[in-house]
Structure formats: structure tokens, C-alpha cells
């Protein structure tokens, strides 16, 4: 193989990998922004508008239990949205799509309403439809000595 073709080759190889990350990327930027139409629900206290980003076989996993779809989610995270402050707050600092396109993860800090991280969250996020991501799977940890 001469040079220029080796050249020409390697060029190719960038550009159909610069290619393959592009949709992924606006993908992590979709999801990103789901997670924090997500969050806003809190805010707004909107329980409604909450349970609509749970897939209806949405599991989230809580201490040593389990809430096993929509309805069980809704309903367990209702009190939650009693009151005019939220009790908590939640960001997406990291998002990672699959390249099939198909799920995502975010993840992030949950934060008291001081602002003070009180715990991280995990979401499994799963693309049902195009441009619709619903919560699959949800845990949060509590924060570690930071």
C-alpha cells in the first residue's frame, strides 16, 4: 500500500468515526435534556407530568424494595410533590447512549433543598419511540463523605 492510499484510508476511517459519534452525542444531548424535563417536574410540582417520563414497566429501586411500574411509581412518589417546596433536586452530570441508540444512562447529584448533595441518582433511560425517552430503571445512593 503506497502512502497516499494509506493516507487517503486513515482519512476515511476518521471521518465515518467523527460520523458515528455525531448521532450519539445529539443523542446524549436528548437525554440530557429529558433528565432535566424530568427534574423540573419536581420543581414545578407537577406529579402528573412526573409519572409520564416512567416507562409504564418502569422499575425504581428504593432502600431494600422495589416500585415496579408507572402507576406503583406515581404513587409511591406522590407525597413527594405535597407542599410548595421540593424536597430534593436532581442534575445529569454524566449521560452515555448506547450506539444502537436504544437506552441511556444518566447519572448525577440529588440535591437537598440548601443545595447540599445528599445523595447521587442512576437512571436507565429507554428510547420507546423516536425522540420519547422513558425511565426504565432508578436508584438513587446516598452521597459518601463528599
Known amino acids: 500500500m503506497n502512502l497516499r492510499n494509506w ?3 486513515l482519512l476515511v476511517s476518521i471521518s465515518l468515526g467523527a460520523a458515528a459519534q455525531e448521532p450519539t452525542m445529539d443523542l446524549e444531548k436528548q ?10 417536574t419536581m420543581a414545578d410540582r407537577d406529579a402528573a407530568a412526573f409519572a409520564e417520563f416512567v416507562s409504564t414497566e418502569g422499575v ?3 432502600g431494600p424494595g422495589r416500585l415496579v411500574g408507572r402507576e406503583a411509581v ?7 410533590f405535597e407542599g410548595e417546596t421540593p424536597p430534593f433536586s436532581w ?3 454524566t449521560v452515555v447512549v448506547l450506539e444502537s441508540g436504544s437506552l441511556a444512562l ?7 433543598p440548601e443545595g447540599n448533595k445528599v ?18 430503571f432508578d436508584r ?5 463523605g463528599e
Open 7 to 9: 493516507i487517503s484510508g
Open 31 to 40: 437525554v440530557a435534556d429529558h433528565e432535566r424535563a424530568f427534574a423540573r
Open 60 to 62: 425504581f429501586l428504593s
Open 74 to 80: 406515581a404513587a409511591a412518589w406522590g407525597p413527594y
Open 91 to 93: 442534575e445529569p452530570e
Open 106 to 112: 444518566s447519572t448525577g447529584p440529588v440535591l437537598d
Open 119 to 136: 445523595a447521587i441518582f442512576t437512571t436507565t433511560w429507554r428510547q420507546e419511540e423516536p425522540g420519547v425517552w422513558r425511565v426504565v
Open 140 to 144: 438513587g445512593n446516598k452521597a459518601c
